[in-house]
């Protein structure tokens, strides 16, 4: 079980916007503004999409946003396309103890 | 270009040993903790050991503390991972993963190695 809790599966159509949730406790998501967003297609190594909660990498496209509220952090893609589809997980910061944790990962499919 | 280049994963039996390493290039090395990050077989992914840039500080994940040892040669530009005690939930692909900052583990992790697989089975 992971620590942070992200939906098992998304899906769009094209042109769409969705949300992917990330839930997790007061001890990680909701004391840090450390979360960060993967994107991962199958047999390849993750992306970095967002980082620090809701800044983008260079060359990262602004279709892709990131927020939180609360224990609950937020990737959002808008204008949804067939190349959005894949793997995403979320992951932050957790304290002194723990360090870092991910959440179990969900996949987008586009319609 | 910024790269880099895992190596050192294969078969190895429970209870036995395997050093990973991950060559860095096209970035200042020393200037970025770096981090090793596994994925089990068809599961989501599992941080599991940071170190700063100096290598002074070290981070572990539960699951590993005790058995894995993270160290770093910045002399060769390289990370590497000392696994021991292996045991079958251990099986994944492991990443090397450069972090944003020189910082606590993770701000973000911006450029990624393509992995290399560890088994472990009798």
């Known amino acids: 079980q992971s620590a942070l809790t992200q939906p098992a599966s998304v899906s769009g159509s094209p042109g769409q916007s969705i949300t992917i949730s990330c839930t997790g406790t007061?001890?990680?998501?909701?004391?840090?503004?450390?979360v960060s967003w993967y994107q991962q297609y199958p047999g390849k190594a993750p992306k970095l999409m967002i980082y620090?909660?809701?800044k983008r990498p260079s060359g990262v496209s602004n279709r892709f946003s990131g927020s939180k509220s609360g224990n609950t952090a937020s990737l959002t893609i808008s204008g949804l396309q067939a190349e959005d589809e894949a793997d995403y997980y979320c992951c932050s910061y957790a304290g002194s103890r723990t360090h870092v944790v991910f959440g179990g990962g969900t996949k987008l499919t586009v319609l | 270009e910024v790269q880099l280049l895992e190596s050192g994963g294969g078969l190895v039996q429970p209870g036995g040993s395997l050093r990973l390493s991950c060559a860095a290039s096209?970035?200042?090395?020393?200037?970025?903790?770096m981090s090793w990050v596994r994925q089990a077989p068809g599961k989501g992914l599992e941080w599991v050991s940071a170190i700063s840039g100096s290598g002074a500080t070290t981070y572990y994940a539960d699951s590993v503390k005790g058995r894995f040892t993270i160290s770093r040669d910045n002399s060769k530009n390289t990370l590497y991972l000392q696994m021991s005690s292996l045991r079958a939930e251990d099986t994944a692909v492991y990443y090397c993963?450069?972090?944003?900052?020189?910082?606590?583990?993770?701000?973000?992790?911006?450029?990624w190695g393509q992995g290399t697989t560890v088994t472990v089975s009798s």
């Open positions: 096209g970035f200042t090395f020393s200037n970025y903790a």
């Open positions: 620090e909660g809701s």
């Open positions: 993963a450069k972090d944003l900052w020189d910082s606590i583990p993770s701000y973000g992790m911006d450029v």
């Open positions: 007061s001890s990680d998501v909701g004391s840090y503004n450390l």
